[in-house]
C-alpha cells in the first residue's frame, strides 16, 4: 500500500459529498453537488438515477483536483449512504428501469395496506425490526415489480440488480463487477432477517421480490471490490480497495463514538434521527425502529432509532417554497429577535409523521396564529419543532426502560446555537456538540482506513472526538411542561383533523428512464 488517503464518500439525500482523510483522521478536502428530487405525482419522490452518480463522480473528481493526489495518494475508499431509497437496473447495461424510488414517496401506500390486510404487519416488525411502511425499502421494490412492464417476468432471471443507493454506487465504482451492501443498509430494508442478517427467505417470497435481484450482504468492513482505473486520475496500476460500506446514520453512530450500550446521538439533516446504542441483541421498543448500528467483528451491535421526517426539510421549504427567509443561516437571527412564538406551534407532518406516532394521514400545520403573529415567532416555532420532535423520540427511549443523561448531536443544522440551546432546554438534559459535525464521512473513513492498517478504528474516534460546546438547560421544568404540552395539544390537533386523500398510486414514467432496460 502506497497511498496515505481515505476516500470516504457519503451521498445524503440532497448532496453528494467525496472528503479525503489524512492520517492523523483529519479531514483535509472535500467537495459535494447538490442532488434535485423529483415529483413526477402528488405525494411521489424520486431520484435521478444518473445524478445520484455523476453528481458523486462530480465530487469524486473535484476533490481529487483541488488536493492535487492521483490515484497512488488513495489507500482505500469507504462509501456511507442515506437509507430505504432503492432502484432497479439491467445488469448488462446498467440502466435502470425506473428512477429510484426515494425514502419519503409515498406511491407504495397502497402495497402497504395490501400487506397489512394480509396480516403481515406484526411478522414484518418481528422479523426486521421495522414496520409494514411506506418508508422502507421493500415496498419501493415491489412497486416497480408490480409496475414496470415485462419487469415481473424477468425479475428472478439474474439478469437484473436491485439495490439502495450505496449498492448502485458501488456498482459504479466497481465498473459494474460488485452487487453488494452491508447488514447496516439492508436492516433499512424491511426484507433483512434482523437476528439472522441474512435475506429473509418468508418475506421475499410473500413480497414477491426474488432474491436474485438483492445485492450480497457482508460485513460492514469487507471488503467490496476494487475501483476501476478510470474513476481516479492515475489509476490504471492501481488496485484501489473499497473496505466500508455503513449506512449514513450508523457511520454518524461510530464517529461519534457511540460503541457502548446507552449511548445515544442525534443528527439534524434533511430529516431528524435519534440513533441509541442497545447492545448485542435486538430490542423492540413501541414506536420505535430496529436496526443493525454496527456489523464489524467483535463489534456488531444493534440500535434503536426514532425518524422525524421533516427536520431540517422544514428549514428549507420554509426558505425555497415560502421565500420566508433568504437562508437557513440566518433563521437562529430570526428566531432570536423574539422571546417566544407566542404559542405558535409548527407541526411540520409534510409526509405524515414517522417516529413514534407512525401517522402516515397527518398534514403539516401551523397553530396558534393571530393577527401578531409574523415571520419571527413562525421561524422560531419551526426551529423549536425539530428540537421537540427530539423530545418525542427521547421520551419513548425513556418508557422503554432506557437511561438517557446527555445527547450527542450532529448534523449542519447544529450550527444554530439557538436549536441547540432550546433542545438542550426542552430536554431538560445537557446537548453536547463535537467539533467538527461531519461524523458521518469521518465514520466510514475510520472503518475503511483501519482495514488497510492506518490505524485502530475505535482508538482513533475517541482520539478525535472533542467537545466544542455543551448545551446546559436553563429553562425551568414549569416553563418546559407548558411548552412541551402546548406540542404535544398541536400533534393531537393535527392528527385529528380529517386524513388527506390518499396518494395516486399509479402515473406516466418519467421520459427520460426507459421502462424497461433491453433484456
Not at 496 to 504: G, H
Amino acid at each position: 500500500m502506497t497511498g496515505r488517503y481515505v476516500l470516504a464518500l457519503d451521498e445524503g439525500s440532497s448532496s453528494a459529498r467525496a472528503v479525503l482523510v489524512d492520517t492523523d483522521g483529519r479531514i483535509v478536502a472535500e467537495a459535494s453537488n447538490s442532488l434535485t428530487p423529483l415529483f413526477p405525482n402528488h405525494g411521489w419522490v424520486e431520484l435521478d438515477p444518473a445524478q445520484l452518480w455523476t453528481a458523486m463522480r462530480a465530487a469524486i473528481d473535484e476533490v481529487m483536483d483541488r488536493s492535487g493526489l492521483t490515484a497512488r495518494d488513495i489507500a482505500t475508499v469507504g462509501v456511507t449512504t442515506h437509507r430505504e431509497t432503492c432502484l432497479i437496473w439491467n445488469r448488462s447495461t446498467s440502466i435502470p428501469v425506473h428512477n429510484a424510488i426515494m425514502w419519503s414517496s409515498h406511491q407504495t401506500d397502497e402495497i402497504v395496506q395490501r400487506w397489512s390486510d394480509m396480516g403481515l404487519d406484526a411478522e414484518i416488525r418481528t422479523l426486521t425490526g421495522l414496520r409494514n411502511d411506506s418508508f422502507f425499502s421493500a415496498p419501493k421494490l415491489a412497486w416497480f415489480i408490480e409496475n414496470i412492464p415485462g419487469l415481473k417476468a424477468l425479475a428472478g432471471t439474474g439478469d437484473y440488480a436491485a439495490g439502495t443507493v450505496d449498492t448502485w454506487l458501488v456498482w459504479n465504482l466497481t465498473g459494474g463487477r460488485e452487487h453488494v451492501t452491508d447488514a447496516t443498509s439492508a436492516s433499512r430494508t424491511a426484507l433483512l432477517n434482523i437476528n439472522e442478517l441474512v435475506w429473509d427467505d418468508r418475506l421475499c417470497d410473500v413480497y414477491g421480490i426474488p432474491q436474485e435481484l438483492l445485492p450480497e450482504v457482508r460485513s460492514s468492513n469487507s471488503h467490496f471490490g476494487y475501483l476501476d482505473p478510470s474513476i481516479l486520475p492515475g489509476g490504471i496500476g492501481h488496485h484501489i480497495p473499497i473496505q466500508a460500506i455503513i449506512a449514513d446514520q450508523q457511520a454518524g453512530l461510530f464517529g461519534q463514538g457511540c460503541f457502548d450500550e446507552g449511548s445515544v446521538k442525534n443528527t439534524f439533516g434533511t430529516a431528524g434521527v435519534l440513533v441509541a446504542n442497545v447492545g448485542s441483541s435486538p430490542l423492540l421498543l413501541p414506536g420505535m425502529t430496529t436496526s443493525v448500528a454496527m456489523n464489524i467483528p467483535e463489534l456488531t451491535s444493534y440500535e434503536v432509532e426514532g425518524v422525524v421526517f421533516h427536520s431540517g426539510q422544514t428549514l428549507h421549504w420554509l426558505r425555497d417554497k415560502m421565500r420566508a427567509v433568504g437562508s437557513v443561516a440566518e433563521m437562529e437571527r430570526i428566531a432570536e429577535r423574539v422571546t417566544d412564538t407566542q404559542g405558535v406551534y409548527f407541526v411540520p407532518a409534510f409526509a405524515g409523521l414517522c417516529d413514534p406516532y407512525w401517522d402516515k394521514d397527518v398534514r403539516a400545520s401551523i397553530f396558534g396564529l393571530t393577527l401578531d403573529t409574523g415571520i419571527d415567532q413562525i421561524v422560531r416555532a419551526a426551529l423549536e419543532a425539530m428540537a421537540y420532535q427530539t423530545r418525542d423520540n427521547l421520551d419513548a427511549l425513556r418508557a422503554g426502560g432506557m437511561s438517557v443523561t446527555s445527547l450527542k448531536v450532529d448534523g449542519k443544522a447544529v450550527c444554530n446555537n439557538f436549536l441547540c440551546q432550546f433542545q438542550a432546554d426542552i430536554l431538560g438534559m445537557p446537548v453536547v456538540r463535537p467539533e467538527g459535525l461531519e461524523r458521518t464521512a469521518l465514520g466510514v473513513a475510520y472503518i475503511a482506513g483501519a482495514e488497510v492498517g492506518l490505524w485502530n478504528a475505535q482508538d482513533l474516534v475517541r482520539d478525535t472526538w472533542r467537545v466544542e460546546r455543551v448545551f446546559e438547560p436553563r429553562m425551568s421544568s414549569d416553563r418546559r411542561d407548558q411548552l412541551y404540552g402546548g406540542w404535544q395539544s398541536a400533534v393531537r390537533s393535527a392528527r385529528m383533523m380529517p386524513p388527506a386523500p390518499p396518494y395516486p398510486t399509479n402515473g406516466t414514467v418519467p421520459d427520460s428512464v426507459p421502462v424497461l432496460a433491453a433484456h
